[in-house]
């Protein structure tokens, strides 16, 4: 599998994958959490209950998502460094350094089943894209023209 060069070099790529991940968990956040506040207010007070869970809720969401894309990002390129190549695994391992370092605080026991876990979730994630990628490449792969037959003389 050859590199892909389009992407910056690691400590651009951490600061735009936390960035990324940032604007993804606020912009979902302030979705879920202003349906939440609406739902949840008294019918006069929909609008301003929305608005007060999504100023309340949203950052934190988005600060949770950059928390993690920014730490797989770091950890991404970390075993990039080390393997010296760039391969579904790196993101296998690097899932499994991330959701142990995010559970540290819980103990042993939770941080060993958040590093399988994320390292698992990671897995699938990979694994459906190289699916993709084959699949779309069993569809480009170049065919034969048909030859017309020849017309019948007799």
Not at 36 to 52: H, Q, T, Y
Not at 112 to 140: D, H, K, P
């Amino acid at each position: 599998m050859s590199a892909d060069h389009t992407r910056d070099p690691c400590p651009i790529v951490i600061l735009n994958d936390f960035g990324g991940a940032f604007a993804m968990g606020a912009i979902g956040g302030s979705v879920w959490h202003g349906l939440k506040g609406f739902r949840n207010s008294p019918i006069g007070e929909r609008r301003l209950g929305a608005v007060s869970a999504i100023k309340a809720r949203a950052p934190v969401l988005g600060g949770n998502f950059g928390v993690w894309g920014g730490l797989f990002s770091t950890f991404d390129c970390a075993v990039k460094a080390v393997r010296k190549r760039e391969d579904p695994l790196n993101a296998i391992i690097a899932g499994f350094f991330t959701g142990g370092a995010l559970a540290i605080r819980g103990g042993w026991k939770h941080t060993r089943n958040s590093a399988i876990t994320c390292a698992c979730i990671l897995g699938v994630f990979e694994g459906v894209g190289v699916m993709f990628q084959r699949y779309m490449a069993w569809q480009a792969k170049p065919a034969a023209p048909l030859m017309p037959d020849a017309p019948m003389t007799a």
